[in-house]
């Protein structure tokens, strides 16, 4: 994107790694778009910390969208599930619009098959979720 700034705010957990950045350019929609990429394995082991990063994101710079690129997860459980769940509430409540993007097959068959996908907004990439 021209004319963009990156912010960077990254995070290690056990199997997980998060990589936050801004980009500082109007979307579609007139409003900053954060990108959060996210490699590794979801669960039990860090899932905590994963909703705490998300909750200082939306907290700290109060953006007026999420994407969260899950192109490089290997692996999500019932509780990374929970956390994207809750996740997505949470910016809901703050008129934050939240959406994922990059699932693999098996996470999108999950969603699908649990009608979860029904309560999250999900595009095929990071940028078809940016031009929505």
Known sequence: MTGSRIQDV?????????RCHAIHSAGPDGGTPW???VAGEVDYTNSEEFR?????????????????D?????RVDSSGLATLLAASRDAGQRHVRFTLSGLSKSLRHALE??????????????HQ???T
Do not use: H, K, N, Y
């Not at 899950?70 to 290997?74: H, I, Y």
């Open 35 to 37: 990108i959060v990429g």
């Open 70 to 74: 899950l192109a490089g997860v290997t």
């Open 10 to 18: 990254g995070t290690t957990a056990s199997s997980l790694q998060m």
């Open 52 to 68: 705490a990063r998300l909750d200082e994101l939306l907290a700290f710079d109060q953006p007026d969208r999420v994407i969260v």
């Open 129 to 131: 979720a940016l031009q």
């Open 113 to 126: 098959r649990t009608r979860l996908s029904s309560l999250l907004e999900i595009r095929l990439t990071v």
